[in-house]
């Protein structure tokens, strides 16, 4: 096997055995890269020669035996709406085209502790807001099993660079399945923390109370290496939680929920089938699923476009062209910002500000907005009662597999459609997996959800790794990888 | 409720010069989306909107120590600017 | 016909923190601009707000200290506006639950104790600073300079309900508060530097009406002199108007402290809609009564106590509350000094006159080290028994300030203890009267003023330590016979 197709753990013990040197894997994802990029587009910008030294300190760390643990040395790709210092942060949007970031995200700063090397930024939708990586203004990117379909979004370039083996790994951000969309479109694992447990310091914000930054890997046990490497309580993010992590007792004796709602109409048959097969294998395994509701799910589209939109509407409210980005000419300086924002923002942004803004307005608040925050409260409710009866739900966790590109681009509402499975554990806080389970017909990914309570991500990895190993996906996007 | 969005005052809120095509597609975009989050506003519930947790583990703040700490220096906080004078940010001027 | 104005203040009050509000950049003090900034107070992408334990205890003893409601569940929530030196577009405030809820404030006014009724205390974060540049002129600038050192700092606002009646009250009410402060250790106070920074809301109504009238807001004054004038000038503006007939338009006015009138603002926040939601970077704050209590326990002596402790030493209100509103240091040595004199009046009197007066003049803020209240109390003891003149006691206090001396040293060097024995001061009378028989002749005749010449030698040939009132009345009975 290709070494950029191992898993980290292995690569890393091929690299304490000096059988092979980080310099040679580096080597070897960027001339992958180098077959791949000019038609998928999942990066930005690559750091290939900004790494070489960085790099040769690896290889004598791993020949001196000291190296800095299982990540050192791995390239990993970072999704453009996380901070590097001296690096642009551009947001996929024209507002940021020359910013450069003077701090890094907290998650950088702990990759650093294993000198990560990075192998580039990736393509989103502008500001994370999008499903398909159609939304960036810098050029769509393409998903590699199909160069016709998107690779999802809006985590589409880091999703993107891992299949196309440009990177070992990438960082995503999932405010409502940013990440597991397209890891599922990609044939890829996708995971989504718990909220607060990974810190959002240096994560542009979209919606504050459903972001977080997850990893997009190969393999499960890859997410769980770089989860435990960028996990844990930042002082600078008052929303990141100092909890331990909750154990699921048992993953042999799990009760597994199959949630009925997103088995209904609006999910296709292809996806459906995927459940239906892992159902059998979990059964097969003598563990117990059960069918269980979420009436509130159904709501679960129109709260998130409620909820989302007001928090952006604020959070994009610092892109005015005062202090840093874009800035438009103006007589005055609320000309120059009113232009700047015109300038600077693609369509989908100023869709999602001006509803947001319209959501919190006076005399709207309460019906839009105020409902929206009950509506997700109840929600959250039930999943609570839910999880006294299951330890785990499952569900796909696409309605479709990947699309064309241009397929959705003329009906938002359609687009928005496409989260519909995702969003509701971004909305109740909860840790949420895709994993690769088949390809449909058309030889494109499909991928199932598994969803648990709160703080138990840790168990959900090994439950999710469990099944990993009975599906054994092996199917690669063989074009890119010779 | 009415789904009549005022896209000239909403831009306005939002500070964003529209152009007029773009204003009618928003507003048409806009409608329909709003037509589909309906569905919420006509609910009734038994709480209220202030006893509702914003952090959705329904987690209490945690204040911070007063303790200084160092982070930009006056060259990195103005390294951004688009125009800048004798270390301040300069803009076009806020008074009409 | 009559009007009866009605006022309310808002007050922002900067509070002493070493860091600001929401990152742990330093709260400086400095002309150098942009020099204490983060992503977090300068607005960068991807940066979030971690609210200052301080600043939460500052606001929770101010909100105690004025018998405020604590709001247990309480929440910060976004303010959205733009504004070139707001660096998010939005701030960081408190909306329907802030920390403290109906409160009220003892003032006093006219020497009488009064209540100020507080409507609400709330925590928030202070914007950048803006100088316009250009002509010069507000309306002519050519461009907007931004400092923000200031962005983020911790600000309380303090808002009253609309029950101030004159501008005097208002100006009262802000001492108070200023002194309030003060006290708590919570802000450095000063008006000059924009620690306190004050809003008024004004508006009159037909004395037979139980309506209030249109609420007009001014804004920009920044010392008590131009709260008080602009009160009276924006009332007086009011009555006029309402006398021709005219309405007042509800808005936004900007004092100009140049031609001491209040003008329309013309600033596009006037008429905003600033869609307050809460604000997910920042959980539930939950100020719960285990939280409450050690904050009480940390309350000291507020200035209403202080102004009741004084005044049952005997002084007025007056006096209690001039007194209550200087340093700590002089209020100490009033009771110290009071203890062992027991005579509130001229300690009073000595302390806020005599003493603070020759301060000045020797232009010194502190106490020497080596001054003692026994000092101060053993110069009223001389004078009240006469040991010395009160014009000696002056000169002795004048020399304890200068160097390390005892009030008995100063007398017995200047030689200014008095004579007080009527025999032997009698006999320098009796001595007097004879050796100026002509002078006594002409006194008799009716020259009364030569009595003070005649008061003058007999002080003088007894060395000047004869205490003046007993020679007179001795000279007195003695041209009599």
């Known amino acids: 096997m290709r070494i950029e197709n191992k898993s980290i753990r292995e690569i890393n013990s091929l690299f304490q055995k000096k059988e092979i040197k980080p310099s040679e894997l580096y080597k070897q994802v960027f001339e992958n890269t180098a077959q791949s990029e000019s038609v998928l587009h ?35 790709a970072i999704k453009d709406n996380i901070n590097l210092k001296g690096y642009e942060t551009t947001c996929s949007s024209k507002m940021l085209s020359n910013y450069i970031s003077p701090y890094s995200a907290t998650v950088i700063n702990k990759l650093d502790e294993q000198q990560v090397l990075y192998t580039g930024k990736t393509n989103l939708d502008e500001f994370a807001m999008g499903s398909s990586t159609e939304n960036s203004a810098y050029g769509l990117t393409r998903n590699p099993w199909n160069t016709e379909c998107v690779p999802g979004g809006s985590s589409g370039g880091s999703a993107a660079s891992v299949a196309a083996r440009s990177s070992i790994a ?25 909220y607060g447990t990974v810190s959002r310091f240096g994560l542009i914000a979209f919606a504050s109370s459903l972001d977080q930054i997850g990893p997009i890997t190969k393999y499960v046990d890859d997410t769980r290496i770089i989860y435990h490497s960028i996990r844990g309580f930042d002082p600078k993010d008052a929303t990141s939680v100092s909890d331990k992590p909750v154990i699921i007792p048992s993953n042999k004796t799990a009760k597994v929920g199959v949630i009925k709602e997103l088995m209904e109409e609006g999910v296709s048959e292809d996806a459906k089938n995927e459940v239906e097969k892992i159902i059998k294998l979990l059964k097969a395994q003598g563990i117990e699923v059960i069918e269980v509701s979420l009436p509130l799910i159904k709501l679960a589209i129109s709260i998130y476009y409620l909820i989302a939109p007001a928090e952006c509407s604020a959070n994009l409210a610092r892109f005015d062209g005062v202090r840093y980005g ?97 969003i509701p554990a971004n909305l109740a806080g909860l840790p949420s997996i895709s994993i690769p389970t088949g390809l449909s017909k058309e030889k494109l990914p499909l991928g199932v959800q598994i969803i648990s309570k709160a703080l138990t991500d840790d168990s959900l990895l090994d439950f999710s790794e469990m099944i990993e190993k009975e599906v054994a996906f092996k199917e690669e996007p063989s074009d890119w990888i010779k | 409720m009415s789904n009549q969005f005022d896209i000239d005052n909403v831009s ?85 | 016909m009559q009007y009866n104005p009605t006022i309310g203040i808002e007050t922002h009050v900067e509070l002493k923190t070493n860091s600001k509000m929401f990152c742990r950049c330093k709260v400086v003090d400095t002309e150098e601009p942009n020099v204490s900034l983060c992503p977090t107070c300068l607005g960068l992408p991807g940066a979030l707000p971690v609210p200052n334990k301080k600043a939460i205890e500052f606001i929770t003893l101010l909100a105690l200290s004025t018998n405020c409601k604590i709001t247990k569940q309480g929440m910060f929530h976004r303010k959205n506006y733009f504004y ?36 609400r205390v709330h925590m928030e974060e202070d914007t950048g600073k803006s100088t316009h540049m250009g002509t010069g002129r507000i309306d002519s600038a050519t461009s907007t300079a931004l400092d923000f050192n200031r962005s983020g700092v ?76 602009a009160i009276d000038y924006e009332i007086e503006r009011q009555i006029k108007a309402l006398n021709n007939g005219e309405i007042i338009a509800q808005e936004t006015r900007h004092w100009d402290e140049g031609k001491e009138v209040t003008k329309p603002m013309r600033s596009k926040e006037g008429s905003a809609d600033y869609r307050y939601f809460s604000d997910p970077d920042i959980p539930n704050m939950v100020l719960d009564e285990e939280f409450v209590n050690i904050i009480k326990s940390k309350m000291p002596k507020l200035p209403y106590q202080k102004r009741l402790e004084l005044m049952q030493t005997g002084l007025s209100i007056g006096e209690a509350n001039i007194l209550s509103k200087s340093n700590d240091w002089i209020v100490k040595l009033f009771h110290d000094v009071y203890s062992t004199t027991k005579n509130s009046s001229s300690t009073y009197n000595w302390i806020t006159g005599e003493l603070q007066g020759q301060m000045r003049k020797v232009e010194i803020n502190e106490l020497p080290s080596w001054f003692k209240a026994d000092s101060l109390s053993e110069i009223i003891n001389l004078i009240e028994s006469n040991k010395i003149s009160f014009s000696s006691g002056k000169v ?41 028989s002509e002078v006594v002749v002409r006194i008799k005749n009716g020259e009364d003023k030569l009595i003070g ?25 003695e041209l009599e016979e």
């Open chain 3, 396 to 436: 002795i206090l004048a020399a304890l300030l200068v160097k390390n001396v005892t009030p008995y040293d100063v007398a017995k060097e200047q030689n200014l203890f008095q004579e007080n024995d009527s025999e032997k001061i009698l006999q320098i009378v009796k001595n007097v009267i004879t050796e100026n």
């Open chain 3, 154 to 229: 911790p600000l309380v606002e303090i808002v009253t309900k609309p029950v101030l009646k004159t501008s005097l009250e208002a100006v009262a009410y802000i001492e108070e508060l200023r002194q309030l402060v003060l006290d708590l250790g919570i802000s450095e106070g000063k008006l000059e530097k924009g620690n306190l920074r004050f809003d008024a809301n004004i508006s009159v109504a037909n004395s037979e009406s139980d309506v209030l009238g249109t609420k007009v807001e001014i804004k920009n004054m920044n010392s008590l002199r131009s709260l008080e004038r």
């Open chain 3, 453 to 477: 010449f005649l008061v003058g030698l007999i002080i003088k040939s007894s060395g000047g330590s004869i205490n003046p009132s007993i020679a007179k009345d001795l000279l007195s009975k």
């Open chain 3, 84 to 119: 070139p030196d707001l660096p998010k577009n939005y701030q960081i405030s408190q909306f329907d639950l802030p920390v403290g809820i109906n409160g009220s404030l003892k003032i006093v006014l006219n020497d009488q104790e009064a209540e100020v009724a507080i409507e």
């Open chain 1, 42 to 76: 999942a990066h930005l910008k690559l750091f290939e020669e900004d790494n070489l030294n960085k790099v040769k300190l690896s290889d004598e760390r791993y020949i001196k035996n000291k190296s800095l643990g299982l990540l050192d040395g791995i390239p990993i």
């Open chain 1, 170 to 194: 990438a960082l995503g951000s999932d405010t409502g399945g940013s990440i597991r969309q397209p890891a599922s479109f990609c044939g890829l694992v996708g995971f989504k923390p718990t």
């Open chain 1, 326 to 422: 874009l800035r438009a000419d103006g007589k005055t300086s609320y000309e120059m910002m009113e232009r700047t924002r015109a300038q600077g923002f693609g369509s989908e942004v100023k869709r999602r500000i001006l509803l947001g803004t319209y959501a919190l307005s006076a005399g709207y608040f309460d019906a839009y907005y105020g409902k929206a925050l009950l509506a997700r409260k109840k929600m959250i409710d039930e999943f609570n009662q839910i999880f006294k009866q299951v330890d785990y739900l499952i569900s796909p966790t696409t309605p479709t597999q990947a699309f064309k590109a241009g397929e959705k681009t003329s009906n938002p509402l359609e687009m928005y459609m496409s989260d519909l499975c995702t």
């Open chain 2, 12 to 96: 306005k809120l939002a500070s964003i010069e529209l152009e007029e095509t773009e204003k009618n597609k928003l507003s048409q975009d806009l409608s329909i989306i709003l037509e589909h989050v309906q569905a919420i506003s006509n609910l009734e519930f038994d709480i209220s909107v202030d006893e509702v947790f914003i952090h959705p583990l329904e987690k209490q703040l945690n204040l911070q120590e007063d303790v200084v700490e160092e982070f930009l220096t006056h060259e990195e906080a103005l390294s951004n600017a688009p125009e800048s004078k004798d270390g301040k940010f300069i803009v076009p001027p806020s008074m009409e």
